[in-house]
């Protein structure tokens, strides 16, 4: 049982990342920078998701 909570967790984050990959380079692709967009929108939508997945209290 445990496993499939945690898997499914980490599929949540996984997924979250993606979306976030490419809706930052479709966005900001445009924008002439010496940074990939899709990267930093991988980091921030995982770590949105991480943040409401793995919460603390």
Do not use: P
């Amino acid at each position: 049982m445990f496993k499939k909570k945690y898997f499914d967790r980490l599929r949540f984050i996984y997924g979250c990342g993606v979306i976030g990959g490419v809706t930052a380079s479709m966005f900001f692709g445009w924008i002439d920078r010496s940074v990939d967009m899709q990267t930093i929108g991988i980091v921030i939508g995982a770590g949105a998701a991480t943040l409401t997945e793995f919460t603390r209290v």
